[in-house]
Nanobody, 111 residues
Framework: QAQVVESGGGSVQPGESLRLACTTSENILSFDFMSWYRQAPGKQREWVANTKPDYIESVKGRFTVSRDTGKNTLYLQMNSLRTEDTGTYYC?????????WGQGTQVTVSS
């Protein structure tokens, strides 16, 4: 069973940056598709970005997805962070009919 592990979350002020990482236990190229989701307190989990790449409108121009195949790691570079970006960020990996989720990493943007 493949595993995905997120890291890189933290507490920052508005306007600052963070880079999240999602490391897979198997060759990252073996997954058909990978995505980032987030869940704010009291809200449903929402899709943020994927490896197409494509982005939710609210993060376009601020977030960038990239991948290091040598490290089996997917990144989410988040710049110009806003308070509304606060939430738990999850990595999702798809392979055939199987879906793998990480445990999430917390991002808090507050002044």
């Amino acid at each position: 069973q493949a595993q995905v592990v997120e890291s890189g979350g933290g507490s920052v002020q508005p306007g600052e940056s963070l880079r999240l990482a999602c490391t897979t236990s198997e060759n990252i190229l073996s997954f058909d598709f990978m995505s980032w989701y987030r869940q704010a307190p009291g809200k449903q989990r929402e899709w943020v970005a994927n490896t197409k790449p494509d982005y939710i409108e609210s993060v376009k121009g601020r977030f960038t997805v990239s991948r290091d195949t040598g490290k089996n790691t997917l990144y989410l570079q988040m710049n110009s962070l806003r308070t509304e970006d606060t939430g738990t960020y999850y990595c999702k990996a798809d392979r055939g009919v199987r879906i793998y989720w990480g445990q999430g990493t917390q991002v808090t943007v507050s002044s």
